[in-house]
């Protein structure tokens, strides 16, 4: 079955960094657009970012450009999050989705499947 299965989650200081994972399984990962999303207390999912099928063309929401990367390795069916010069309105529950389409969209409505998440807090 398909899982999608986040982690590299924790507690980064103020520009610090922190590096999140998404391993995929039970699908052809190479094909489908993957994306992050995040949800912070009180608030609804928030897109991130978003990678097309073949990694030939990224996204990102205008708070994270230039500190946030988004990368796919289809041989590893991994998709990695790289956050740098965190900030205290980063912290959020990070999820990772797919879309069955080549194509990445920068709208959560139109990613299929989730991950559970994983929990990114910036605080000193």
């Known amino acids: 079955q398909v899982q999608l299965v986040e982690s590299g989650g924790g507690l980064a200081q103020p520009g610090g960094s922190l590096r999140l994972s998404c391993a995929a399984s039970g699908f052809t990962f190479s094909n489908y657009g993957m994306t992050w999303a995040r949800r912070a207390p009180g608030k609804g999912r928030e897109w991130v970012s978003a990678?097309?099928?073949?990694?030939?063309?990224?996204y990102y929401e205008d708070s994270v450009k230039g500190r946030f990367t988004i990368s796919r390795d289809n041989a590893k069916n991994t998709v990695t999050l790289q956050m740098n010069s965190l900030k205290p309105e980063d912290t959020a529950v990070y999820y990772c989705a797919y879309r069955t389409f080549i194509r990445a969209s920068r709208e959560v409505y139109e990613y299929d499947y989730w991950g559970q998440g994983t929990q990114v807090t910036v605080s000193s």
């Open positions: 990678i097309w099928a073949d990694g030939s063309d990224t």
